[in-house]
């Protein structure tokens, strides 16, 4: 049973900043990607920002210059560091991990439940 689970919403001022992490757990044989994603309701989840086993990233456009993703692959950690933050950023974060559970299955996405932030003009 793989978990996903998320932590560092809450409530900040526009301007500010905020963390969110991402630890997965349980049988993991190999993490390929791990990202955030965000939907408000009535939308479609939309990605945030990724980030590969090999270090590489990717970015919404609304959030370059501002997010940074990062990761510890020894804790299976991924980390979006939010600076200068903005009420249109008010949304549920959720990560997502793609990752093999042992050798014999193919890659698969899975998701945690999600972690509010809102930010306040």
């Known amino acids: 049973q793989v978990q996903l689970m998320e932590s560092g919403g809450g409530f900040m001022q526009a301007g500010g900043s905020l963390r969110l992490s991402c630890a997965a757990s349980?049988?993991?044989?190999?993490?390929?990607?791990m990202g955030w994603y965000r939907q408000a309701p009535g939308k479609q989840r939309e990605l945030v920002a990724r980030?590969?086993?090999?270090?590489?990233?990717n970015y919404a456009d609304s959030v370059k210059g501002r997010f940074t993703i990062s990761r510890d692959n020894a804790k299976n950690t991924v980390y979006l560091q939010m600076n200068d933050l903005k009420p249109e950023d008010t949304d549920v974060y959720y990560c997502?991990?793609?990752?093999?559970?042992?050798?014999?299955?193919?890659?698969?996405?899975?998701w945690g439940q999600g972690t509010k932030v809102t930010v306040s003009s």
């Open positions: 349980g049988s993991i044989f190999s993490i390929s990607a």
């Open positions: 997502n991990g793609q990752l093999r559970v042992s050798v014999w299955q193919a890659q698969r996405n899975y």
């Open positions: 980030i590969t086993s090999g270090d590489s990233t």
